[in-house]
């Protein structure tokens, strides 16, 4: 028999439907019924202003804008930043005799991208009925008064990564209003502008303003859900690190009939010093490279043992017939460094390809750190395994007399920015309370010790002696980081709902 697909899974099981706990989530399900164009309306508003970091004026039009709703909405803001760094919107609201601080974190910035790519212009957010996997076809959005289908998907940048959790914290914020509800706790809101070009400024911004950001928990409102479409909770993430690397051959591309099998080819090079670093089951062969991890604790092994078993679905969604490091599972497998290649370059292919030996040949690398191993030291243990493989390593273009005087020449550049990994243990009690709200409200969550995405845990830990826990609404297959990104309305009604238990608890 067929195994039943996630979605299915999903429909037979809608958690959108159980019976609620939680007195604001309840409200704010009412509260949406009640107004689902006007919210989408907002959202759009917000998702037509560009978003890329390094495009200036508009990340300040988007600051201003997510500043005016928390505003409207009662909340005092102010825009805190660093020379050179994009405003991070501030919001809060202090409640007399609290006895604890939440800061609830999302970025309004978004992945550079090429709207060619897109079906839909990317700043112009589109309802369709379907994901365009599903064959979804554009619609208007519903009058006023007429429910939106909850399977329908708003296609646009940004509609998921990560302006979904701002306009679910400011309806939230509506609806338990309307509902006469309190805040117990002293609310905090930080919206980052740059997360998506590394957070270079995110630390020196919180340490300039470490008066109004600690707390005693900040809640990163980023990620997608589970891909069975149930809530989940996620207590840690990997870091990363980055690197080019680049292999040399003839001074300028050479006639490969005259010198084949004499002139030494840079991406034959590359491609063999890249295959040393792991082996035909995908474990990292570099030297040390697993060294240091931090071991899971035994609440950690056993919520990855409970964590639904879903790498039969994805394989078949993503047309893999094999998995690296089988027979271990994705949910083990990201509390592991990994070392992947993100692209490789050389020359020309297909029709636009000449028949030449390269001169070059370059590849990217990224590093994923789990929490006990540091940026400076995996990378360097990248750059040691170079080494060992008879390579001169650079971090400039060689001169001539090193190019003339070693046999193998190695430019090795690591990138600026990253993140290191970090892990909130669930044993404490402030994780085993925010369970529990999560729980009244969406139902019985998955637990997972750490996700295999990089968000900046360390650069918000480090200066404020706090600690974080990620807070995902967004759907598995949103397309994040690439064209046609896209959010399923039903996430964000749950969303809504999710951001009101927790700002009232």
């Not at 309802?127 to 365009?132: A, G, I, N, P, V």
């Not at 030996?357 to 170079?386: N, Y």
Request: aromatic letters at 6%; glycine letters at 8%.
């Amino acid at each position: 028999m067929k195994r039943l697909s996630i979605a299915l899974l999903a429909c037979l099981v809608p958690l959108s439907g159980f019976a609620q706990d939680n007195p604001a989530a309840k409200a704010a399900r009412e509260w949406r019924q009640q107004h689902e164009r006007a919210i989408v309306d907002e959202f759009v508003e917000l998702l037509k202003i560009p978003n890329i970091a390094a495009d200036k004026p508009n990340i300040q039009r988007n600051a201003e804008l997510i500043a005016a709703m928390l505003e409207k909405r009662g909340v005092p803001t102010r825009l805190l930043s660093v020379p050179g760094g994009n405003p991070i919107v501030y919001g809060e609201i202090l409640t007399p005799g609290a006895t604890r601080t939440y800061v609830f974190y999302a970025h309004y910035d978004g992945q550079p991208l090429d709207p060619k790519e897109w079906a839909s212009p990317p700043f112009e957010p589109t309802l369709r009925t379907r994901s365009l996997n599903e064959g979804g076809t554009v619609i208007p959005l519903p009058p006023a008064g007429t429910p939106f289908d909850p399977e329908s998907r708003l296609y646009g940048r940004a509609t998921a990564d990560d302006k979904a959790p701002i306009i679910a914290i400011v309806t939230a914020l509506d609806a338990i209003r309307a509902a006469g509800l309190k805040t117990k706790s002293n609310i905090k809101f930080a919206f980052e502008g740059e997360e998506e070009a590394g957070s270079q400024n995110l630390e020196k911004t919180l340490a300039a303003h470490k008066d109004l950001l600690t707390a005693d928990v900040w809640l990163m409102c980023d990620a997608p859900l589970h891909q069975t479409r149930r809530q989940s909770l996620i207590f840690g993430a990997r870091g990363i690190a980055a690197m080019d690397i680049t292999t040399y051959g003839p001074r300028n591309e050479t006639h490969s009939g005259h010198y084949g099998n004499w002139a030494i080819n840079p991406a034959m090079s590359l491609a063999r010093l890249l295959a040393s670093m792991k082996d035909e089951s995908g474990r990292v062969l570099v030297k040390d490279f697993y060294k240091g991890i931090e071991p899971l604790s035994a609440l950690e092994k056993q919520a990855i043992k409970d964590a639904p078993d879903v790498d039969a679905q994805i394989m078949q969604e993503m047309l893999l017939g094999a998995t690296e490091n089988a027979p271990k599972k994705l949910a083990e497998l990201v509390t592991l460094p990994s070392l992947n290649i993100r692209g490789m370059a050389s020359s020309r292919i297909g029709n636009q390809a000449s028949n030449v030996i390269p001169a070059t040949a370059t590849a990217t690398l990224d590093i994923r750190l789990v929490k006990g191993i540091g940026r400076e030291a995996a990378v360097q243990r990248v750059i040691d395994h170079i080494r060992r493989q008879g390579y001169f390593i650079v971090d400039r273009e060689p001169t001539e007399a090193e190019r003339l005087s070693h046999a193998k020449v190695a430019k090795v550049v690591v990138r600026p920015g990253g993140y290191e990994a970090a892990r909130t243990s669930m044993d404490l009690p402030i994780s085993q309370d925010i369970i529990r709200v999560v729980e009244s409200a969406r139902g019985p969550v998955i637990k997972l010790p750490t996700m295999g995405g990089g968000l900046p845990l360390d650069s918000v830990e480090r200066p404020l002696g706090t600690r974080t826990i990620i807070i995902p609404i967004g759907n598995h297959d949103n397309n994040q980081h690439g064209y046609d990104e896209n959010l399923r309305i039903q996430n964000l009604w749950d969303g809504i709902e999710l951001m009101a238990a927790l700002l009232t608890m």
